[in-house]
Antibody
Framework: EVQLVESGGGLVQPGGSLRLSCTAS????????MSWVRQAPGKGLEWVSG????????YYADSVKGRFTMSRDNSKNTLFLQMNSLRVEDTAVYYC???????WGQGTLVTVSS | QAGLTQPPSVSKGLRQTATLTCTGNSNVFGDQGAAWLQQHQGHPPKLLSYRNNNRPSGISERFSASWSGNTASLTITGLQPEDEADYYC???????????FGGGTKLTVL
């Protein structure tokens, strides 16, 4: 059974940093591209970032470019999202997802507020 | 990064057919169309259709996807109460190397 489990969310002040993690199981993690997708309260889905299976190619939404960094550790089946210079508008549930869209974690809530 | 455009809401009666649309810039759907996801309140999205109307295992045949030019569609036949949810289309925009989502359509089953 495929499982994606996010962690690392929480409350942070504007300008602060957080590091999200996503641990995968049930499939050959290194073979697949992965994504981070977020959803602000009451809003739609917004793609944040994507990374190739080997980690050599990374892609970012304009809204987070230069502030967020996506990475992966295939030896530990884990995906990361380092979020710096956080803004109030980054408040959302952050999901990690298999790039096919077939598998999603339950999400972790990030709240940016003073 | 321009997104995809979906109508905010659609309402249809029980056992009727709903067709949800998703419009993008030219070529965003390429030769694979859009992916469609369903999301119930408080839950993560669930994939309904991907790449040329392929349905993941366990997805009902009542859900079918298609696309023509810059418009993708999801048709849901025999509407059931559990189909009431938010529906999102998604595609990889190779012109900007980014995934784009539609704003979502809230489907109400009357």
């Amino acid at each position: 059974e495929v499982q994606l489990v996010e962690s690392g969310g929480g409350l942070v002040q504007p300008g602060g940093s957080l590091r999200l993690s996503c641990t995968a199981s049930g499939f050959t993690f290194s073979n697949y591209a992965m994504s981070w997708v977020r959803q602000a309260p009451g809003k739609g889905l917004e793609w944040v970032s994507g990374i190739s299976g080997g980690g050599g190619s990374k892609y970012y939404a304009d809204s987070v470019k230069g502030r967020f960094t996506m990475s992966r550790d295939n030896s530990k089946n884990t995906l990361f999202l380092q979020m710096n210079s956080l803004r109030v508008e980054d408040t959302a549930v952050y999901y990690c997802a298999h790039d096919s869209g077939a598998y999603w974690g339950q999400g972790t809530l990030v709240t940016v507020s003073s | 990064q321009a997104g995809l455009t979906q109508p905010p809401s659609v309402s249809k009666g029980l056992r009727q057919t709903a067709t949800l649309t998703c419009t993008g810039n030219s070529n965003v759907f390429g030769d694979q169309g859009a992916a469609w996801l369903q999301q119930h309140q408080g839950h993560p999205p669930k994939l309904l259709s991907y790449r040329n109307n392929n349905r993941p295992s366990g997805i009902s045949e009542r859900f079918s996807a298609s696309w023509s030019g810059n418009t993708a569609s999801l048709t849901i036949t025999g509407l059931q109460p559990e189909d009431e949810a938010d529906y999102y289309c998604s595609a990889w925009d190779s012109s900007v190397s980014a995934r784009v989502f539609g704003g979502g359509t809230k489907l109400t089953v009357l």
